[in-house]
């Protein structure tokens, strides 16, 4: 995309004289950015445009065009792109609105932009889009009002005019950029293709996106995870509440997924997820300029106790620990401290402390070796010039490359000087001890990634395939896509699943021979395909122990479902083994329309709605994976022997996790799986899955 970003000549194609138009604006931001190479005016009613020879179109310009920004009505743009296509212009930046964003016309008029695109072999950013700026090159094809500060963070957005209420926020904030997009309705080249671009990019440290949607997230999946390693990458994702994803719909004409989905699809890449605009910058600028700390080195000083307080608290809070100095450290500072202060980590050098004796802490942590980041605090006090205090830290960060220093200097107006002479210098710079402590734990999460070796799939293979297709088979033949819970049970059990010992009932006698056989208590089920939630409709007894109760037990639960559901089909009475006690876990699968299947792990039972303790992850799955979806839920905690409770058969449900994960990979049509409760027992007792419903798409 080097054409795109740094080309050779530019034409704008519909460039106006007339100031309040947004192809007046592109051609001065263009002259503006004090782009060097040529650059054409097209309009075919202009001699010359802010100083510069109009061409009556691209046709008529003498030499090659690189790229061209494209500014004229919809109804011309076609007429437009075809004439770059037969120009041999490489890239197409299309400010103009009124396609897929519009529907109806627009989605056909969209379509054959893109046709038109393809058939001469050009590349387009949009259309409906902001534009592009390079701070490098530098080139600014934006209508955006100012350009953006040069720097080292790549922006690729989804939406244009968050672009310009970003580029204006960060003038302020002192962040500089290497390259802006905006992706607009992206019809041909999309997020992933510049985040790939980017994270080759020498110019560009960190990768941030802002998305609406992503029309193909197995493919995001697999694209993005290939670079994330190379280039941080950080997400902010709209459209995660169902307001937002209303207004993300209209915005773009595009479907916004569901989050789990997205989160799982966005974890399994490597991508750093933000919760707001300020956490995607505050993320960014640290992730472009700090190599990452290990998770146990971080260091805090200040000149304030209770910021040295605060900043700890948050870090701890986010599951970050402070280092442990080694002893040779806490001498040094116990000799050039004076008796107040505080020499563990946190190190409050205290509020009478000169730029020198702060400088001086500084040094002594960053030489500590378990030291890898230290977090400089500062209050303006009258005895501290900010300033000082900035050039100082700039210097120490030259001697120690390898660390990490990030700059929260709490306050206002006092700082003016000092935010752009450390945002200059590389260091990043936070208002408050929360933002400083995302940075943070942003840096840590990413050195956590980067040393996570490469995930191995493993298939689990002592698994009966025939069977299951058997059974699917059945399913198929009867027209039916929802499994009744004797069928799922089979299947789970051709894959190693544990269920308890069961047998599908015709009649009370046939329960009673099955109750005496299987042993006693058992529990009895209704079985029907017109039934899913049995309790709701008096179609479960549990704790059954003679072989009079099973004959009640059959009677009572016909006359309860014929009563609610009178024309359901009824299979028969599914006779249980009762299953002892144990953890209460659920296991889900669902199908998302853009990621695929995702495998939902948590507390499971009664309470599951109600806790909400569960963790998502995207099948397939690597054992680490499985790991990992289990550790992010509470009821992990139990499992793992919460406060003196049995220790879990962990071992067992990591193997059943795997075994969904392959049933899924081997039979995709299933669509949606509950497992509820999973039922985890002690240790070497295995666990055992009580209530299994499975569907099946809809096409075969
Ligand atoms: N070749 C070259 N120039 C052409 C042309 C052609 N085929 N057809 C028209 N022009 C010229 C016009 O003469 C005009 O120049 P002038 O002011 O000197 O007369 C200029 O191109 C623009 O055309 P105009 O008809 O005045 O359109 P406009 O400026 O009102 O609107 C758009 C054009 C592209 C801005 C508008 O259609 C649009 O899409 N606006 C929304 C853009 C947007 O929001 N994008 C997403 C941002 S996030």
């Known amino acids: 995309m080097d054409k795109l970003f740094q080309p050779s000549s530019v034409a704008v194609v519909g460039a106006s004289r007339n100031p309040s138009k947004i192809g007046f604006s592109i051609l001065k931001n263009i002259i503006d950015s004090g782009y060097s190479g040529n650059l054409y005016p097209v309009n075919p009613n202009a001699e010359e445009i802010l100083g510069l020879k109009a061409y009556p179109s691209l046709k008529s310009i003498p030499g090659d065009v690189d790229t061209a920004v494209i500014v004229v009505p919809s109804k011309y743009v076609l007429d437009v792109a075809r004439e770059a296509g037969e120009k041999g212009v490489k890239y197409l930046v299309v400010i103009t609105a009124g396609f897929k964003e519009v529907g109806g016309e627009g989605i056909k008029r969209e379509k054959e932009l893109l046709r038109v695109v393809r058939e001469y072999d050009m590349n387009m950013v949009g259309p409906n889009c902001l534009g592009v700026i390079d701070t490098h090159t530098p080139i600014n094809m934006t209508f955006a009002q ?37 992706i607009g309705n992206k019809a041909d080249l999309t997020e992933l293709d510049f985040i ?35 280039k941080p990458v950080i997400i902010l994702k709209g459209g995660v509440t169902e307001a937002g994803a209303k207004a993300a719909v209209s915005h773009t004409g595009a479907l916004a997924g569901r989050v789990a989905a997205y989160e799982a699809g966005f974890r399994k890449a490597g991508v750093i997820m933000a919760s707001s605009l300020s956490e995607l910058f505050d993320y960014a600028v640290a992730l472009a300029s ?17 910021l040295c307080i605060l900043t700890a608290d948050i870090l701890v809070k986010k599951g970050l620990s402070l280092a442990t100095f080694r002893s040779d450290t806490i001498e040094k500072l116990k000799k050039i401290l004076p008796p107040t202060a505080a020499i563990y980590n946190p190190v409050d050098v205290v509020g009478d402390s000169d730029a020198v004796r702060y400088l001086n802490t500084l040094e002594t942590l960053l030489s500590d070796d378990s030291v890898d980041a230290v977090l400089t605090l500062l209050a303006p006090t009258a005895l501290i010039d900010p300033l000082d205090i900035s050039k100082g830290i700039v210097e120490l960060k030259k001697k120690y490359p390898n660390k990490a220093i990030l700059a929260g200097f709490v306050g206002g107006p006092s700082y003016y000087d000092a935010v752009e002479y450390l945002m200059d210098n590389k260091i990043p710079f936070y208002n408050m001890p929360a ?57 789970a059990a051709a894959y190693g699943i544990p269920v308890p010992k069961f047998y599908l009932a015709k009649s009370p006698i046939d329960a009673i021979s099955a109750a005496e056989y299987i042993g006693y208590p058992v529990v009895m089920k209704i079985v029907s395909p017109d039934i899913l939630h049995k309790t709701d409709v008096g179609g479960i007894k549990a704790g059954i122990s003679s072989s009079e109760e099973v004959e009640d037990a059959y009677e009572e639960i016909i006359m309860n479902v014929t009563k609610y559901v009178p024309r359901a089909k009824i299979y028969g009475i599914l006779v249980e083994k009762m299953a002892d006690k ?27 709605e109600l806790f909400k303790d569960v ?30 409770m049995p220790v879990s058969d962990i071992k067992r449900l990591e193997d059943i996790l795997l075994r969904i994960n392959q049933l899924i990979i081997d039979f995709p049509e299933i669509v949606e799986l509950d497992i509820n409760p999973l039922r985890v027992y002690e240790a070497g007792r295995g666990a055992i899955a009580l209530d299994i419903k499975m569907v099946l798409s809809k096409e075969v």
Do not use: C
């Open 146 to 182: 100012r350009m953006a500060r040069k720097g080292h963070i790549a922006f690729i957005s989804q939406s244009g005019a968050l672009v310009t209420a970003v580029l204006d926020w960060a003038a302020q904030a002192k962040i500089g950029f290497s390259k802006i997009v905006s």
């Open 196 to 230: 790939e671009y980017f994270t080759r990019d020498p110019d560009t440290n960190a990768v941030l996106l802002y998305v609406e949607s992503i029309d193909n997230g197995v493919e995001f999946v697999e694209r993005a995870s290939k670079v994330t390693k190379k």
């Open 290 to 306: 700090q190599p990452p700390p290990r998770r146990n080195g971080i260091a805090v000083l200040s000149n304030a106790g209770g």
């Open 435 to 491: 933002r400083l402590a995302t940075a943070v734990l942003g840096l840590v999460m990413y050195k956590e990634y980067l040393d996570r070796p490469r995930y191995k799939y493993v298939s689990v293979e002592d698994v009966d395939r025939e069977r299951v297709k058997q059974i699917i088979n059945i399913v198929r033949k009867e027209g039916r896509t929802v499994l009744l819970e004797s069928e799922a049970k089979s299947i």
């Open 582 to 608: 144990g953890v209460e876990t659920i296991v889900g699968v669902t199908k998302d329309l853009q990621f695929g299947h995702l495998i939902m792990f948590g507390s499971g039972g009664i309470y599951t």
């Open 615 to 644: 963790a998502f992850s995207l099948i397939p799955m690597a054992r680490e994976e499985v790991q990992d979806l289990m550790g992010r839920t509470k009821i992990f905690n139990i499992l793992r022997g919460y406060r003196g």
